[in-house]
């Protein structure tokens, strides 16, 4: 492998969308109803990269970000060579009074118009097969309640890849209630629901609880409460999680004093919170 290992390539990319606006008629004037195509076209030629290192590059999973991604890959380690055409209809209903989206949706998919000779090590040929299509719904059920669902699907015999729904209600900044579903074929299906709810003027109860259907077992379950005052808050959080491939569970009760405008001591429960709790601030009020 040379020492100073270095490649030069061109990368060309047309991106073109429209908005395209009608209003309502009849009883609500205030809704408005967009069409919003894009497509995006790639081309890359194939370079040889194999004397360059790969150290944190990876094929990330197929969503709307990725699907207008230049590169097959996250990371800068290899660069795919393609030849490729991204395509995807967004619509969305707006509430032009108050600027809210009532609801969104989105399809789109990749055609890819040749192979490709770059890989990762250890990965197999990609021949150029058309991408799933991935689909979007988001409905503002109220000012309060959001409902989201996503789909992935592939043509002909390959039916669903992954899919996700989730509902949150959310009727001030510090009462937040999340459920939601994710499968994930061969792999994985979920159901999870977390909270953070305030049982009296100064306490609020925090909790999530993760369960796998495929393996019949609750994943991660933690339930805490927490304190406040006007200069220090406390959190106190029991968990139970898996926390290896081996199935090997870990327990742990997590104390963090708050001082505000200071610092914390104690576990950093506040960071587990703001992971496993969609909408979660760890900001103190």
Known sequence: MPDDPSRTLPISSLDVGVILERQ?????????????????YVHIPAREQDDLPVFDTITPD???????????????DRIADTDQVSVGLTSRVLDTSSGRELVT??????RYLSA??????????????????????RFGLSQNLNFDVRHQWGE???????????LQYRPQTNKILNLSYRFRRDSLEQGDVSWSWPIAQQWNFVGRYKYSFREKEALEEFFGIEYESCCWGIRVVSRRHISTRDGTRDSSVGLQLVLKGLSSVGTAADKMLERGILGYSADLR
Do not use: H
């Open 62 to 76: 197929l969503n709307l970000v990725s699907l207008y991604r230049t590169n097959r890959y996250l990371g800068v």
């Open 24 to 40: 309502f008629n009849g009883t609500r004037p205030d809704r408005v109803m967009t069409l919003e195509p894009r497509m995006l």
């Open 156 to 166: 002909k015999d390959r039916g669903t890849t992954q899919s996700q729904a989730r």
């Open 105 to 110: 949706g989105t399809i789109g998919q990749t």
């Open 116 to 137: 490709s000779d770059t890989t990762l090590p250890g990965e197999p040929e990609f021949l150029g097969e058309n991408s799933d299509y991935i689909a979007e719904l």
